[in-house]
């Protein structure tokens, strides 16, 4: 059995008392304890400010880049992260769907990635209406540079 486990520990000196909070957990499929068996890992480079979608839903999981991302029946782990050395460029992730440059549609804004910025969060790659391609996970950078993006997906 594969075994995948996130850690996270933060450390503040904000006010008169330090903070330290530390957590970790195994990446689990859903409802059973067993680990997670798929990784796709992908680094693009963006070169406009239209929505790309990053990982595609409602499919089987394995083809990052095809219809294919992500799986809706099961239980996914989603880990982006904004790898520009400049902290003024960012992208915005969101669930929706990219459809080209002006067809864009957002169901949900998740964060704003600064340079340097990640996240990690869970996905359940499902739609949240009826129109079957807005449970996608979409990013879009604020300008039309080079701007380097690592994502991987854990289903």
């Known amino acids: 059995m594969a075994t995948t486990t996130a850690s996270l520990s933060l450390t503040n000196d904000i006010g008169s008392s330090t903070a330290t909070i530390s957590a970790s957990f195994d990446l689990l499929k859903a409802g059973s304890a067993e680990g997670m068996d798929n990784l796709t890992s992908v680094k693009k480079i963006l070169k406009s400010t239209n929505q790309v979608d990053l990982i595609t839903a409602l499919s089987t999981p394995g083809n990052v880049g095809t219809a294919d991302d992500a ?11 904004n790898a520009s050395t400049d ?49 996608d996970i979409c990013i879009k950078p604020n300008v039309a540079t080079e701007m380097p993006i690592e994502f991987m997906l854990f289903s």
């Open 71 to 81: 799986s809706s029946t099961s239980h996914n782990f989603v880990y982006i992260h």
């Open 87 to 135: 902290s003024t460029e960012f992208i915005t992730v969101t669930q929706g769907h990219a459809a080209g440059a002006s067809t864009e549609v957002i169901i949900e804004q998740i964060g704003r990635l600064y340079g340097g910025d990640w996240m990690f969060f869970p996905w359940n790659a499902q739609v949240t209406n009826d129109a079957a391609d807005v449970g």
